[in-house]
Every structure is written in structure tokens, then in C-alpha cells.
RNA sequence: CAUGGUGUAGCUCGGUUUGAUAGAGCACCUAGCCCGGAACUAGGAGAUCGUAGGUUCAAAUCCUGCCGCCCUGACCA
């Protein structure tokens, strides 16, 4: 990618009327922008960041068997009646054919996936059901916050897994619980598994939560075992640990995730029922595993930044590289478009500043703002030693290294 | 939905108290100069001051309604 044909501009100062870290910080460096409050368009380093995120997440739910779909976003009124959910899904938009016929923005897709279900399962053998997608889902929030924390529209992986049992059922959400682990660690967050309410569904549900003052929830953290427990559930008074009676703190969280048993919830008002093995009918249980795709890229910038910008851990970087042709002679333009073309060639993710009206100052600035983690800079001192010059955007130092030995570095990595 | 804040050029802001020709910096265009941490010089273009109404000889400025955005709260299937 070259900055000078990007589809977006890094600004000088942040938007003044933003106060969370994750909508200052992706605004000014130009990874999103701002159509209304929760509403926004993802600019080309902004996709990246979140395609790289889904396909994390994609990657860890083939992985534990999950069977990609993808659900319409415009759902019939008559799904949502079906459920009994029409009337009493708060927010739900809802919008009118001007030929007649009455929809919603799918906020959800319980309604959709079990009317699915019905047309496939019909036997114990058709169990069990590992199946997931990841969608933009409209809600009609009171309030959109915090940039990307909370949105109307919004990414989202959901997952569903149906069963013949709820034992079966129940060591899947072990299954899952670990999945999500894994995604959570490759994403570079430290998300909590939490205790907490599980809505209308079922009595308990685990949340992931990161630990961030931006966040919405309020956690108990036991110090001592770690258990997590959502304030939402804490009805006692004392801040002891119900695992270990250790002392616990709280603090405020953004949930990224969150997986609880829906049972038959859904099974029962679309019956849906599978014939088992001694031909008697039963209702498919199963369970529901969420985890908010955009959500994830706002508390990755809300946690992982300094003063000067963004700081991308490399496996959600909108590129690896951001090679810097430092302003000057011909020579070192030449050098770096080289070096540029090389490293594409060799299939290395590169953000190359190739303007011509920016000085030296200003890239610098922006490389920071951007967040990429490994900064490359080629300049006439570098050139003179036949090297460009190295600096982890986490870190301080620079090391100059051969041009040669950076073609082979990013070629093995 | 309620409280508070806020709305002037693509961005960040002056100007509003005390009504009278709308200003700057950045970004943009032209030319020059410069080139390792957000340069410089000269010139240029860009704003019906959120919106609708009212008061007035005259409104960005005063009054009223509405709208947008941000914060806090309520909500979160």
C-alpha cells in the first residue's frame, strides 16, 4: 500500500469532540470514519485490522469444527413474529417495503438460523449442528459511546451449536471455551472469562472481559484465583471471592465476548425437534457463542497505545512494515521504491510512504499515529551504508540492518 | 429518553459578553526554497457561521423551536 494512493488521511489534531482513546486515535490516523454517532466507515487500514481480526476468529471456529454460513441482514417480519419477538425486541429497526411486507435489520439471528434448522434437522443423526457467521448486525442503541465500543451497526461472529443433549451440549462449551482463549491470546488481549447473568436464556453465561476504563461492565477480579464475576450478578455486599474468600478489586471492562447454554429456548416456540434413536421426538438443544469483531478493534486501540498513536501487536497490523522514503535526493526514492517492489514481490505486508510532499517530521509522526509495528526508514545515511534503518514502534532504539538481510529477514517471518 | 457540554472552511480554533465588511493555523492549488521528528517565503482558492422562525435600520452574536455530535445516567434480548 502506498500512502499516496491510500484512501485516507492521517489528520493533525484528533476530533475534538471524541473522548475515548479507540475513536480519537482510529479517526485521526484514518482507520475509520464517522457517518453518525455508531455508524461508521472502515478505510482501507481500518479493514485490514478488522479482516485480520475475523479471520482469526474464523480460524479457531473451523478449527473446533464450526461450518461457516452467512444470514441475510434483512429478516421478514414473520420470522420475528414466529419467535414472539417482533414486539418485544427493543431494538429492533424495523422498516417497510414500499411494496408491501415489513422487515427488521437483523439484530440477531436465532429467527433466521432456526428457521434454517427445521428444513435440515430431523434426526438424531443430523446432530450435531456446528455452524457460525460473521455479520454486521443493526441494533437501535439509545446511546452509541466510545467509537467503536458501542455501535447501532456492528461486526459480529456468532456461533451457534445444536445437540441431542444437554451433556453433549455442555462439553462443546468446553470445547468453545478454550477456542476462545486461543483467539483472545492471538489477538494480544487479556480477556477475563467472567461470570455473569445470562439474560432471558439461561441463568449464567461467560463473558470475555478486557479491563479498560472505557469499558461499560464493572468486574469483580478475585486477586488471588482470578475469578471474574459480573457486578450484574454480585447481590452481596462483601468483595470476598466466592472460589477462594480472596480479597477482590473492581473494575471496569469491555466485554468482547460472550457464550451461555440457550438450551431449547428457541427449540420450543419454533419446535424444533429431531427423532432420536428409539424414534421418539425431542426438542435440539444449544448453546450460542458470540464474539463482537469491531468491538475486539476498539478495545485493541483502546488498551494498546501511547501518547503519539496507535500500537498494532503484528497479528491484527494493517501491515507489518511502514517503510519510510526519508525526503531528499532522487537516489533514496529510487532505493526505496526498489525495496518497496521487493518486499511485495516476496509477499511482505507493506504500508510505503511514497509522498513526496510530506517531510521527514511528519511521516515520522504519522508511522507513530499508524501503529505499525516494525518501521523501516531508508534515508541518505542509511543509503550510505547500504542499510535501512530499523525501530519497533513498542520500542526506542533503531538498529540499521543490510538491505539484503532485511529482504531475507521478512522473507523467513 | 433525562442531565450537562457543544455546533463558524476538509481539520483544529478565534470572534458571540457589549449586534454593524467572517478571521487564523493546518490541509489544498501556483511558484520558489528546504529535507532525520509535524519546515520556510510569496501568491491563490475555500464559510449562505447546524437548522427554522422571531426581534432589529442591521444578527455568527439577542430570543424561541427543532436537529446533530460528545459526556453521565437509564437500556443492552
Redesign the pocket.
Known amino acids: 500500500m502506498r500512502i499516496s494512493r491510500l484512501f485516507s ?5 484528533s ?6 482513546k479507540n ?1 480519537r486515535f482510529l479517526e485521526q490516523a484514518g482507520f475509520i470514519s ?1 457517518s ?3 455508524i461508521y466507515s472502515f478505510l482501507p487500514l481500518g479493514l485490514r485490522v478488522l479482516n485480520k481480526i475475523e479471520n482469526i476468529v474464523r480460524e479457531e471456529m473451523n478449527t473446533v469444527g464450526g461450518i461457516e454460513i452467512l444470514m441475510p441482514a434483512l429478516h421478514p417480519k414473520e420470522s420475528w413474529e414466529a419467535t414472539g419477538r417482533w414486539a ?4 429492533l429497526f424495523k422498516t417497510k417495503s414500499n411494496f408491501g411486507g415489513e422487515y427488521a435489520l437483523g ?2 439471528h436465532e429467527e433466521i438460523l432456526y428457521q434454517l434448522l427445521k428444513r435440515h434437522i430431523s434426526s438424531y443423526r443430523d446432530l450435531p449442528v456446528y455452524i457460525y457467521q460473521i455479520q454486521t448486525k443493526f ?1 437501535d ?6 467509537g467503536l465500543l458501542r455501535t447501532k451497526e456492528f461486526r459480529m461472529k456468532d456461533f451457534y451449536s445444536f445437540h441431542t443433549d444437554d451433556k453433549d451440549r455442555d462439553a462443546y462449551y468446553e470445547v468453545i471455551k478454550k477456542a476462545y482463549a486461543k483467539i483472545f491470546q492471538k489477538l494480544g488481549l487479556n480477556a477475563i472469562p467472567t461470570t455473569a447473568g445470562g ?3 439461561s441463568e449464567l453465561s461467560m463473558e470475555f472481559q478486557v479491563l479498560c476504563e472505557a469499558g ?1 461492565d464493572i468486574i469483580f477480579l478475585c486477586k488471588k484465583c482470578n475469578l471474574a464475576v459480573n457486578k450484574e450478578i454480585v447481590s452481596s455486599k462483601t468483595s470476598k471471592c466466592k472460589n477462594c474468600g480472596g480479597a477482590t478489586i473492581e473494575k471496569k471492562a469491555i466485554e468482547v465476548g460472550n457464550i451461555f447454554p440457550l438450551k431449547e429456548h428457541f427449540a420450543k416456540s419454533v419446535n424444533l425437534i429431531f427423532k432420536d434413536a428409539a424414534g421418539k421426538e425431542k426438542l435440539v438443544s444449544a448453546g450460542c457463542y458470540g464474539l463482537g469483531t469491531s468491538r475486539v478493534m476498539g478495545a485493541i486501540a483502546e488498551v494498546m497505545s501511547d501518547d ?1 498513536g496507535l500500537i498494532w501487536q503484528e497479528a491484527v497490523a494493517p501491515a507489518s512494515v511502514h517503510l519510510i522514503a ?3 535526493g532522487a537516489e533514496v526514492k529510487k532505493s526505496a521504491e526498489k525495496l518497496y517492489d521487493g518486499l511485495i514481490a516476496k509477499g511482505a505486508e507493506v504500508l510505503y510512504d511514497d509522498r513526496d ?1 510530506a ?4 511521516k ?6 499508524i501503529g505499525i509495528p516494525l518501521r523501516a ?1 531508508v ?4 543509503l550510505e551504508k547500504n542499510s535501512v ?1 530499523l ?1 519497533k514502534r513498542s520500542e526506542n532504539k ?1 538498529v540499521l540492518i543490510k538491505i539484503n538481510d532485511l529482504n531475507s529477514m521478512l522473507h523467513a517471518s
Request: charged residues 40%; aromatic residues 6%.
Open positions: 488521511k492521517t489528520q493533525k489534531k476530533p475534538k469532540d471524541e473522548e475515548s475513536a464517522k453518525a454517532a455508531g418485544s425486541f427493543g431494538a439484530p440477531t441494533r442503541e439509545p446511546r452509541a459511546k466510545s439474560g432471558t436464556f461499560e503519539r526519508v525526503p531528499g510532499t517531510t521527514a517530521g511528519e515520522f509522526a504519522d508511522a507513530d499515529l526508514v534515508s541518505e545515511k542509511t534503518e525501530k533503531t
